[in-house]
């Protein structure tokens, strides 16, 4: 299966929306960790729900990623992928000042031939993801982030690119286009 991480705060909204405008249900389990209260996850999957054609959920826990969804980390829950399938949500401490941390989710993967990684680091404040996506590239995934220069808050994809050697910097016109081309 497809697997792809994203990790955003803030600014990140703003340009998950522009990427998923008219995204199909395409073949791949996607997970968002925005750094977002609580309160506002419901409203933030909603939106997405909208601009989409993918199946948007906000897990419980217990849920297994299936292609064609888009899972929404609920706000101050870390989310954790067991065998790289089942969601477990997680209140345990911030890290990186924060919870979602995208470090966590992106750090409870585990190899496996029969899933293909990609993680993804948009903009935000801090240096939550750049851990995670290094940990990603070390097991064979492809990592990207979000060109700086269309960042409101560029340190997210800044650090991340201090820490990995990515295998692109896209714009959110060409992230848009790299999740539709997934086959």
Do not use: W
Not at 34 to 44: C, D, N
Not at 86 to 113: A, G, H, Y
């Amino acid at each position: 299966m497809n697997i792809l991480i994203i990790g955003s705060s803030t600014g990140g909204p703003r340009v998950i929306f522009d990427i998923f405008t008219g995204i199909p249900a395409v073949p791949m389990a996607i997970v968002i960790v925005q750094h977002m209260p609580e309160s506002t996850t419901s409203r933030f999957a909603r939106r997405l729900s909208q601009l989409s054609s993918m199946n948007v959920i906000v897990p419980n826990g217990g849920e297994v990623l299936k292609p064609g969804s888009l899972f929404i980390t609920p706000g101050d829950n870390h989310l954790l992928l067991k065998n790289n399938e089942t969601i477990v949500l997680d209140k345990s401490e911030k890290v990186n000042f924060v919870r979602p941390s995208v470090d966590v989710t992106m750090m409870s993967l585990t190899p496996d031939p029969r899933n293909f990684l990609y993680g993804l680091i948009l903009s935000g404040m801090g240096s939550d993801g750049a851990q995670g996506l290094s940990y990603m590239k070390k097991i064979g995934a492809q990592v990207f982030i979000q060109d700086p220069d269309t960042c409101t808050i560029r340190s997210m994809p800044e650090a991340a690119f201090r820490l990995t050697d990515v295998d692109r910097v896209l714009s959110p016109k060409e992230i848009h286009d790299f999740i539709i081309s997934i086959k």
